[in-house]
């Protein structure tokens, strides 16, 4: 009976473990001779969970709009299985297409008004153009899970509402070799790390 409860009383514990959260907050520090974070931005810092742990993509769709033949945002990061919308804001035809394997489309031309949705299925960076207008282009980052966040202009970054368990924290740049650093998170903790970008990192 008492080996019984114990087992009872951990299974318990580790139930609760799983559906609890924590956060991650910090900031980016670059040591590469004169070069700034605005050089080398955009920059995003994502979660892996280590233990098994699947986080569900976004069911809402993000938004990348067509707007004064331009993208709207130029950067947009999103998570694997996450859809995206691309209405045509503007009073002119749009094409939006990329190269960027696997990721890679065409979604064709589509009038003023009309919008299209393209699901998201793997990792990586994909670079967008239209067909018609040479100076639009744009980048979307797909981030393996949603728990990612967008280096701020300063450095700093949070990460709310992330499973506790073990991590590996990425920091991704499409200019820089990728940072990688493994954390545990505690049930309800808020977990300050400062991470360096650089050949000086540690």
């Given at each position: 009976m008492r080996l019984a409860a114990a087992l009872a009383c951990l299974l318990w514990i580790g139930a609760a473990n799983?559906?609890?959260?924590?956060?991650?907050?910090?900031?980016?520090?670059?040591?590469?001779?004169?070069l700034t974070l605005?050089?080398?931005?955009?920059?995003?810092?994502?979660?892996?969970?280590?233990?098994?742990?699947r986080a569900e993509p976004p069911r809402e769709p993000a938004t990348l709009r067509q707007h004064g033949a331009r993208f709207e945002p130029s950067f947009l990061v999103v998570s694997a299985g996450q859809t995206v919308g691309?209405?045509?804001?503007?009073?002119?035809f749009h094409?939006?297409?990329?190269y960027s394997k696997p990721n890679d489309f065409d979604l064709g031309l589509y009038r003023s008004g009309e919008s299209r949705l393209l699901r998201f299925e793997h990792a990586g960076?994909?670079?967008?153009?239209?067909?018609?207008h040479d100076q639009m282009n744009g980048l979307i980052?797909?981030?393996?899970?949603?728990?990612?966040?967008?280096?701020?202009?300063?450095?700093e970054f949070r990460i709310g509402s992330a499973p506790a368990g073990r991590h590996r924290v990425r920091v991704w740049?499409?200019?820089?070799?990728?940072?990688?650093?493994?954390?545990?998170?505690?049930?309800?903790?808020?977990?300050?790390l400062s991470l360096e970008l650089g050949a000086a990192a540690r």
């Open positions: 799983a559906g609890a959260e924590a956060s991650l907050s910090g900031r980016v520090t670059l040591a590469i001779g004169r605005a050089d080398v931005a955009p920059l995003v810092v994502y979660l892996e969970p280590l233990d098994g742990q691309m209405p045509n804001d503007d009073t002119i094409n939006v297409f990329s960076p994909v670079r967008l153009y239209c067909s018609i980052f797909v981030a393996p899970t949603p728990l990612f966040a967008l280096v701020g202009a300063s450095g740049s499409e200019r820089l070799p990728q940072l990688e650093r493994e954390v545990a998170l505690a049930p309800d903790q808020e977990l300050a």
